[in-house]
C-alpha cells in the first residue's frame, strides 16, 4: 500500500513556474515506476509525465514536454514535478500516481495508486 501527498500547486501568471512535490509513505517507493497526470473541468484526466524507479528515461505529454521536468528523490520518498513557462491551458487539478511496476508508462489505467490533488491555476 502506498499512499500519496500532492502539494505545491497554486495561483500563478502565465509565464511562471511552480514545483509540485508528491510525498509517499511506505517503504517501497523506490520500486514504482511514477507519473502525473492533470484534470481539468469538463476533461478527462490526461497523462503529463512518467518516470521509472530508477529514475531514468522520463517521458513527456507533448504539451508540456521542453517546459515540465519530472524527477524523484528515492531516499525521500518524494515525486517532483518543475513546471516552467505556464500557460492558461495547464490550468487543472494534478495528481501523482504509482504504477502497478516498475517502469515509466503513459497509461492511466495502469497505475494503481492515486493521491487526492493539487490544484494548479495560471492567470492570462
Known amino acids: 500500500q502506498v499512499q500519496l501527498v500532492e502539494s505545491g500547486g497554486g495561483l500563478v501568471e502565465a509565464g511562471g513556474s511552480l514545483r509540485l512535490s508528491c510525498a509517499a509513505s511506505?517503504?517501497?517507493?523506490?520500486?514504482?515506476?511514477m507519473g502525473w497526470f492533470r484534470q481539468a473541468p469538463g476533461k478527462e484526466r490526461e497523462f503529463v509525465a512518467a518516470i521509472p524507479w530508477s529514475g531514468g528515461i522520463t517521458y513527456y505529454a507533448d504539451s508540456v514536454k521542453g517546459r515540465f521536468t519530472i524527477s524523484r528523490d528515492n531516499a525521500k520518498n518524494t515525486l517532483y514535478l518543475q513546471m516552467n513557462s505556464l500557460k492558461p491551458e495547464d490550468t487543472a487539478i494534478y495528481y501523482c500516481a504509482a504504477g502497478s511496476g516498475r517502469y515509466a508508462t503513459r497509461e492511466k489505467n495502469e497505475y494503481k495508486y492515486w493521491g487526492q490533488g493539487t490544484q494548479v491555476t495560471v492567470s492570462s
Open positions: 511506505g517503504r517501497t517507493f523506490g520500486t514504482y515506476g
